[in-house]
């Protein structure tokens, strides 16, 4: 029996353009949307109201996906985007709306999540935590490829959904101190004999200054390391190596990195390996409003949980009887303890511990009081050691998230606990791109 093909609903529309697409709104993630065939349709880079000629360039059963053609129709919030790299840089994706209205869209968006997952949802949001809406971020990593044509190192920030990689000259929201470096580190990479062995390069800035991460697959040669020799002394910089070992070496400049926390007397060392907060002045409000919400007292025991390198158990120990601070990462527990031996604090430790397990309770530190909580996990939230939280029924619960669909998800299980969501707020650690930060507070 003869066989014909047909083509899939959801794949017959795919590359189709569609004109005169009306825009209702954005969502969490800055994307316009639409409705087409009584599905959403996803815009990256549409604003609310907007009339638009769309390519579909992605159709599930449930959504579409869109990219703009032409705005036929734009909205009075747009704005031309400052970096001349935004159109094809992968990194930024809100550059077309002012902070005010980035803030005001995460905003909404944060309370729509809570609405969609969670039981209780705040009449309003706390007061947003803002800084500098450019030159703020004080990591970076950049990918690198060789080309065999040109023999060159290409250097830059991947392109949107791409491995290709743009041809990086600029970021205005890197600190000046490291965007300076982009170019002549460009210079020096195309200069190196092992230029066809190159990984990655990292910057980041500490106390002592901009620091380079080179990660290389092949040993560094004598006349190569002259050369970062070299450089370091002519840009200033502290130049790591990372061979195929995940161990950094100081190749020039200062072996010993740090940040302050100032507000606490509190210095905290770290490698260029470790996870650091990318805003620095936000970070530090973060951790100002985070001890004023726990509403510290000298006689609290609290537990902070995915502490890394000691960023809030540090000033916590200054203000209260004791602080635990647990952590999957056995090189981070130990850099938080020496932390906390550099700051003189007694009354800080700290535990490794796989905060995903089952068997939390069973571990040492786990059968101490505690009556306050700080949580900070990573993206994939924390839902594996809430039960263990609020077995422990503290009187303040602080959760904070770099992901407002976790943490909203993982608010329902306080709340089914018996704790209210006291306070909810916005951090705008990453302007000019949807990634937010939010603060929750829970009180039993």
Same mark, same amino acid.
């Given at each position: 029996?003869?066989?014909?093909?047909?083509?899939?609903?959801?794949?017959?529309?795919?590359?189709?353009?569609?004109?005169?697409?009306?825009?209702?709104?954005?969502?969490?993630?800055?994307?316009?949307?639409?409705?087409?065939?009584?599905?959403?349709?996803?815009?990256?880079?549409?604003?609310?109201?907007?009339?638009?000629?769309?390519?579909?360039?992605?159709?599930?059963?449930?959504?579409?996906?869109?990219?703009?053609?032409?705005?036929?129709?734009?909205?009075?919030?747009?704005?031309?985007?400052?970096?001349?790299?935004?159109?094809?840089?992968?990194?930024?994706?809100?550059?077309?709306?002012?902070?005010?209205?980035?803030?005001?869209?995460?905003? @909404?968006?944060?309370?729509?999540? *809570?609405?969609?997952?969670?039981?209780?949802?705040?009449?309003?949001?706390?007061?947003?935590?803002?800084?500098?809406?450019?030159?703020?971020?004080?990591?970076?990593?950049?990918?690198?490829?060789?080309?065999?044509?040109?023999?060159?190192?290409?250097?830059?920030?991947?392109?949107?959904?791409?491995? %290709?990689?743009?041809?990086?000259?600029?970021?205005?929201?890197?600190?000046?101190?490291?965007?300076?470096?982009?170019?002549?580190?460009?210079?020096?990479? @195309?200069?190196?004999?092992?230029?066809?062995?190159?990984?990655?390069?990292?910057?980041?800035?500490? %106390?002592?200054?901009?620091?380079?991460?080179?990660?290389?697959?092949?040993?560094?040669?004598?006349?190569?390391?002259?050369?970062?020799?070299?450089?370091?002394?002519?840009?200033?910089?502290?130049?790591?190596?990372?061979?195929?070992?995940?161990?950094? +070496?100081?190749?020039?400049?200062?072996?010993?990195?740090?940040?302050?926390?100032?507000?606490?007397?509190?210095?905290?060392?770290?490698?260029?390996?470790? *996870?650091?907060?990318?805003?620095?002045?936000?970070?530090?409000?973060?951790? &100002?409003?985070?001890?004023?919400?726990?509403?510290?007292?000298?006689?609290?025991?609290?537990?902070?949980?995915?502490?890394?390198?000691?960023?809030?158990?540090?000033?916590?120990?200054?203000?209260?009887?004791?602080?635990?601070?647990?952590?999957? +990462?056995? @090189?981070?527990?130990?850099?938080?303890?020496?932390?906390?031996?550099?700051?003189?604090?007694?009354?800080?430790?700290?535990?490794?511990?796989?905060?995903?397990?089952? @068997?939390?309770?069973?571990?040492?530190?786990?059968?101490? &009081?505690?009556?306050?909580?700080?949580?900070?996990?990573?993206?994939?939230?924390?839902?594996?050691?809430?039960?263990?939280?609020?077995?422990?029924?503290?009187?303040?619960?602080?959760? +904070?998230?770099?992901?407002?669909?976790?943490?909203?998800?993982?608010?329902? +299980?306080?709340?089914?606990?018996?704790?209210?969501? %006291?306070?909810?707020?916005?951090?705008?650690?990453?302007?000019?791109?949807?990634?937010?930060? &939010?603060?929750?507070? *829970?009180?039993?």
């Amino acid at each position: 029996m003869a066989q014909f093909f047909k083509a899939s609903p959801t794949n017959s529309i795919k590359n189709h353009i569609l004109k005169n697409i009306k825009v209702e709104k954005l969502d969490h993630r800055g994307r316009g949307l639409a409705y087409f065939q009584n599905k959403p349709l996803f815009i990256d880079g549409a604003l609310a109201g907007e009339l638009l000629e769309v390519q579909i360039v992605e159709s599930k059963k449930r959504y579409s996906k869109g990219r703009i053609q032409k705005v036929l129709k734009a909205s009075e919030l747009r704005m031309t985007a400052a970096c001349p790299h935004y159109q094809e840089c992968g990194g930024c994706n809100l550059q077309h709306l002012s902070q005010a209205a980035q803030i005001e869209m995460k905003s @909404n968006g944060l309370l729509s999540l *809570f609405q969609r997952f969670a039981k209780q949802v705040p009449q309003q949001l706390e007061k947003p935590i803002i800084d500098k809406a450019w030159a703020y971020r004080r990591t970076a990593r950049f990918g690198l490829q060789f080309n065999k044509k040109n023999k060159q190192v290409e250097m830059g920030f991947r392109r949107a959904q791409s491995n %290709d990689l743009i041809n990086q000259k600029v970021c205005p929201v890197l600190l000046p101190e490291l965007e300076c470096l982009i170019a002549p580190l460009k210079i020096l990479l @195309n200069s190196l004999q092992c230029k066809a062995h190159l990984g990655h390069v990292e910057l980041l800035y500490a %106390d002592q200054g901009a620091v380079v991460l080179l990660r290389h697959m092949k040993s560094l040669s004598s006349p190569d390391l002259q050369l970062i020799t070299a450089f370091s002394a002519r840009q200033k910089v502290n130049f790591f190596g990372q061979a195929s070992s995940n161990q950094s +070496v100081c190749l020039a400049g200062e072996a010993q990195l740090s940040y302050r926390l100032p507000e606490w007397d509190c210095s905290l060392s770290f490698t260029p390996n470790d *996870f650091l907060q990318v805003n620095s002045d936000i970070n530090k409000k973060m951790v &100002s409003q985070a001890l004023q919400w726990l509403a510290l007292e000298n006689t609290d025991s609290v537990l902070d949980l995915f502490c890394g390198l000691g960023n809030f158990t540090l000033p916590i120990a200054r203000q209260v009887e004791s602080v635990v601070g647990i952590e999957g +990462v056995q @090189n981070m527990v130990d850099r938080a303890t020496a932390n906390a031996q550099l700051n003189n604090l007694q009354n800080a430790s700290f535990y490794q511990a796989d905060l995903s397990g089952e @068997n939390i309770i069973e571990q040492e530190w786990a059968k101490q &009081s505690f009556n306050k909580v700080l949580l900070d996990p990573a993206r994939a939230g924390a839902l594996d050691c809430l039960a263990f939280i609020a077995q422990k029924k503290p009187s303040h619960i602080l959760y +904070v998230s770099c992901d407002p669909l976790t943490l909203a998800r993982d608010s329902q +299980v306080l709340l089914d606990k018996g704790y209210k969501l %006291d306070k909810l707020g916005l951090l705008d650690m990453f302007p000019q791109t949807a990634h937010m930060e &939010s603060m929750a507070l *829970f009180t039993g």
